[in-house]
């Protein structure tokens, strides 16, 4: 894996790491690969893999470290020493796969395509996820973005009367 671009690493590491998140009972929300190359650092988001179950806690994202350290080790991506982050996905969770743009519909989330003309960012409420579009109500009107046209999607966090509704829709005015 040495030799890699950090996309290259990020999308071995993820491969790698989701084959085995199953067999813990989490999901891989998203892994990152920051820093110089003489600095790097891993990020690696995970959430239970119920989706009911409540978030995931400081506790159990310790409990999880040791096997996901162990595989990026046994892995060996970087030469040298790198930082590994392991933490929950958080309020601005970020949205990559179908299920996630299906599992959280109704959240308000923030939207960046690929490199294309026009219009490239996009905010609104989504909608969910249909025959290879992504499906948003923007302030402006309804939108159907093709998935393999979405470089970034992560919740928008949004805080009224004091609760919060976003990173997995917990208010009781979020949709699940």
């Known amino acids: 894996m040495r030799g890699l671009s950090?996309?290259?690493?990020?999308?071995?590491?993820?491969?790698?790491?989701e084959a085995a998140a199953p067999a813990h009972d989490?999901?891989?929300?998203?892994?990152e690969v920051v820093g110089s190359a003489k600095a790097r650092t891993i990020r690696v988001r995970i959430d239970h893999a119920d989706?009911?179950?409540?978030?995931?806690?400081?506790d159990e994202v310790s409990a999880q470290s040791g096997w996901i350290?162990?595989?990026?080790?046994?892995?060996?991506?970087?030469?040298?020493?790198?930082?590994?982050?392991?933490?929950?996905?958080?309020l601005s969770r970020p949205l990559r796969r179908p299920h996630d743009f299906e599992r959280f519909a109704g959240e308000q989330v923030s939207?960046?395509?690929?490199?294309?003309?026009?219009?490239?960012?996009?905010t609104g409420t989504l909608k969910g996820y249909d025959e290879g579009l992504v499906r948003l109500s923007?302030?402006?009107?309804?939108?159907?973005?093709?998935?393999?046209e979405i470089r970034s999607c992560?919740?928008?966090?949004?805080?009224?009367?004091?609760?919060?509704?976003?990173?997995?829709?917990?208010?009781?005015?979020g949709k699940r």
């Open 154 to 173: 992560t919740i928008k966090p949004t805080f009224d009367d004091g609760t919060h509704k976003g990173a997995k829709g917990r208010s009781s005015a």
């Open 69 to 90: 350290s162990d595989l990026i080790d046994e892995l060996d991506p970087i030469e040298g020493s790198f930082m590994l982050e392991v933490s929950s996905p958080g």
């Open 138 to 148: 923007c302030d402006d009107g309804d939108v159907a973005i093709p998935f393999d």
């Open 6 to 17: 950090p996309e290259e690493m990020r999308e071995e590491l993820l491969e790698a790491l």
């Open 111 to 122: 939207l960046k395509l690929k490199a294309a003309e026009g219009r490239r960012r996009y």
């Open 51 to 58: 989706e009911d179950a409540d978030p995931i806690t400081l």
């Open 26 to 31: 989490v999901d891989v929300v998203d892994v």
